[in-house]
T-cell receptor, first 119, second 112 residues
Framework: DTAVSQTPKYLVTQMGNDKSIKCEQN?????MYWYKQDSKKFLKIMFS???????INETVPNRFSPKSPDKAHLNLHINSLELGDSAVYFC??????????????????FGAGTRLSVL | SQQGEEDPQALSIQEGENATMNCSYK?????LQWYRQNSGRGLVHLIL?????REKHSGRLRVTLDTSKKSSSLLITASRAADTASYFC????????????FGQGTRLTINP
């Protein structure tokens, strides 16, 4: 079983459309994340949820809206897609919000990524 | 701006040689982690070193951390073709929760 799974793996769409990417983790973790990796491979955090509560919200256009129906799921909805949204989006999870001396709680587990292409 | 900068951006060596990658960062950290990304895949955690540690080993991996210079290095000994991947350092910063800030990665190619 895949620990962190995202769907779809590829998403090709027209500018202006609305799309969603889904993420599920079966690790029993409390915290989930969305990252964006651009064409230069820079990986930047977008959002983090801990037990359905938003805890990290980076400077991201409000066209991006995360939704966490339960702690095992964190979906990403994008409105009015733009060319610059083309990237690979990664979901990740960790045991909890981290920052403690417990090494295991600071490790993040990543999904395989969703390659979004906006035409 | 990105927290971490990695050096070199690309490294190509022969199988069996050692590979060293460096990472520099700008602010105080709680920990520093290294991840590997195979082409078209997600990131996989390799090793974590806490800010009060100077060196850590895991199998063929050796990580050092110099907080006075705000830098870290990852050494892979006796490289194998399967080590071909991109390697990212990520600094763990506490802002209410741990936030990982990634460098741009080093693309490592091991030639058979």
């Amino acid at each position: 079983d895949t620990a962190v799974s995202q769907t779809p793996k590829y998403l090709v769409t027209q500018m202006g459309n609305d799309k969603s990417i889904k993420c599920e983790q079966n690790l029993g973790h409390d915290t989930m994340y969305w990252y964006k990796q651009d064409s230069k491979k820079f990986l930047k955090i977008m959002f983090s949820y801990n037990n359905k509560e938003l805890i990290i919200n980076e400077t991201v256009p409000n066209r991006f809206s995360p939704k966490s129906p339960d702690k095992a799921h964190l979906n990403l909805h994008i409105n009015s897609l733009e060319l610059g949204d083309s990237a690979v989006y990664f979901c990740a999870s960790s045991q909890d919000r981290g920052g403690t001396a417990f090494v295991a709680k600071n490790i993040q587990y990543f999904g395989a990524g969703t390659r979004l292409s906006v035409l | 701006s990105q927290q971490g900068e990695e050096d070199p951006q690309a490294l190509s060596i022969q199988e069996g040689e050692n590979a060293t990658m460096n990472c520099s960062y700008k602010t105080s950290i709680n920990n520093l982690q290294w991840y590997r990304q195979n082409s078209g895949r997600g990131l996989v955690h390799l090793i974590l070193i806490r800010s009060n540690e100077r060196e850590k080993h895991s199998g063929r991996l050796r990580v050092t951390l110099d907080t006075s210079k705000k830098s870290s290095s990852l050494l892979i000994t006796a490289s194998r073709a399967a080590d071909t991947a991109s390697y990212f350092c990520a600094t763990g910063i506490i802002q209410g929760a741990q936030k990982l800030v990634f460098g741009q990665g080093t693309r490592l190619t091991i030639n058979p």
